[in-house]
Nanobody, 125 residues
C-alpha cells in the first residue's frame, strides 16, 4: 500500500521560513510526478509546486515563484517543499501528492493518486 507521510509545517511570522517533508513508501518519487498542493477553508485545492519524472522540470504557481523550492531526495525517497519569505496569504493546509504515472498533464488534483495526510501552515502578519 502506497503511503505518503508528511511532517513539518506549523506557525511562523511573515518573512519566516518553513520546510515540509513527505516520505513515500511503496512508490518511487523519482519515477512519478510529485507535487505540493494547498487548500484554504472553502476554497479549491491549489497546485503550488511540482516536479516531474526524474526531476527534469518543475512547476511553481506564480504566487510562490522565487520563494518556494520543491526537491526530492532520492536516497530517502522523500520530497520537500522549502518555503521562504512566507506571507499570510500562504496560510493553508498543505498536502503532498504523487501520481501513479510518470506523466502528469498538469498540476491538478485529478492527476494525482496518492496524498499525504496534510499539514497546517499558518503565517501571521
Amino acid at each position: 500500500q502506497v503511503r505518503l507521510v508528511q511532517s513539518g509545517g506549523g506557525s511562523v511570522q511573515a518573512g519566516g521560513s518553513l520546510k515540509l517533508s513527505c516520505v513515500a513508501s511503496r512508490l518511487s518519487l523519482n519515477s512519478n510526478c510529485m507535487a505540493w498542493f494547498r487548500q484554504e477553508p472553502g476554497k479549491e485545492r491549489e497546485g503550488v509546486a511540482a516536479v516531474f519524472t526524474g526531476g527534469g522540470s518543475t512547476f511553481y504557481t506564480d504566487s510562490v515563484k522565487g520563494r518556494f523550492t520543491i526537491s526530492i531526495d532520492n536516497a530517502k525517497n522523500t520530497g520537500y517543499l522549502q518555503m521562504n519569505n512566507l506571507n499570510p496569504e500562504d496560510t493553508a493546509m498543505y498536502y503532498c501528492a504523487a501520481a501513479r504515472s510518470s506523466y502528469c498533464p498538469s498540476v491538478e488534483s485529478i492527476y494525482f493518486n496518492y496524498w499525504g495526510q496534510g499539514t497546517q501552515v499558518t503565517v501571521s502578519s
